[in-house]
């Protein structure tokens, strides 16, 4: 599977941005995703992802990110609403092929993408 995220900029604070992550190659379970980010300086973070046919989300994003999907087109979104500066970061998406271990756990992810930055201003 080869992902590709897409929709990062620069925002100000209280803006929105969509991110997209589309998959090609193998048969992509977005049901086995997540959306991860990595801020300067600090530890690659779970965002939110859908496992076994839930959406789970941080609690740092929850109730201002959503994720959906378009299954005819292969592609999941992360919709970032009321974005704050430490919303800052690197957010990349990924893929896994089984459910062992837990959604959160980046190490449980088989497949990556490059990555899109998020640029939130105060």
């Known amino acids: 599977v080869q992902l590709q995220a897409s929709g990062g900029g620069l925002v100000q604070a209280g803006g929105s941005l969509r991110l997209s992550c589309s998959a090609s190659g193998r048969t992509f379970n977005s049901n086995a995703m997540g959306w991860f980010r990595q801020a300067p300086g600090k530890e690659r973070e779970f965002v939110g992802g859908?496992?076994?046919?839930?959406?789970y989300y941080a609690d740092s994003v929850k109730d201002r990110f959503t994720i959906s999907r378009d299954t005819a087109k292969n592609t999941v979104y992360l919709q970032m609403n009321s974005l704050k500066p430490e919303d800052t970061a690197v957010y990349s998406c990924?893929?896994?092929?089984?459910?062992?271990?837990?959604?959160?756990?980046?190490?449980?992810?088989?497949?990556w993408g490059q990555g899109t930055q998020v640029t939130v201003s105060s």
């Open positions: 859908r496992s076994l046919g839930r959406t």
């Open positions: 990924a893929a896994r092929t089984s459910y062992r271990g837990s959604y959160y756990q980046a190490e449980m992810y088989d497949y």
